[in-house]
Each structure stands twice: as structure tokens, then as C-alpha cells.
């Protein structure tokens, strides 16, 4: 999950991660400059959140 949290704390999208690789790929050049969290959920719950900020 992808989350503006320089706004409303919106959920900007969601991306379905393949459990056999390492790395995803998400195009953010449509998103306006800010902070973002990528949160990792499994099952529903939310098992890890990292800090991304855009320029």
C-alpha cells in the first residue's frame, strides 16, 4: 500500500507483490512531490511500513 502522508493520509494505491521476487517496481511520476509511506500487508495486517519521500 502507498500512502500520501504530506496530505490526508490517503492510500494512493495499492500494488499486489509477487511472493517469489525481491523487488516491485511502482511508476510514481503521476504523484505529486511529498513524503509517502509503503506499507507491506499480509493477511490483512499491516506487517512493515518504510518512509519514501518523492522531489
Known amino acids: 500500500m502507498l500512502i500520501n ?3 490526508n ?3 494512493v494505491g495499492n500494488y499486489v ?4 521476487t525481491d523487488t ?3 511508476d510514481m511520476s ?9 506499507a507491506l500487508v499480509t493477511d490483512g ?3 512493515d ?3 519514501l519521500a518523492k522531489n
Do not use: L
Request: glycine share 10%; hydrophobic share 40%; no cysteine.
Open 5 to 7: 502522508v504530506s496530505g
Open 9 to 11: 493520509n490517503d492510500v
Open 17 to 20: 507483490v509477487d511472493v517469489n
Open 24 to 26: 516491485i517496481n511502482i
Open 30 to 38: 503521476n504523484y505529486p512531490a511529498g513524503v509517502y509511506s509503503v
Open 45 to 47: 495486517q499491516v506487517t
Open 49 to 51: 511500513v518504510k518512509g
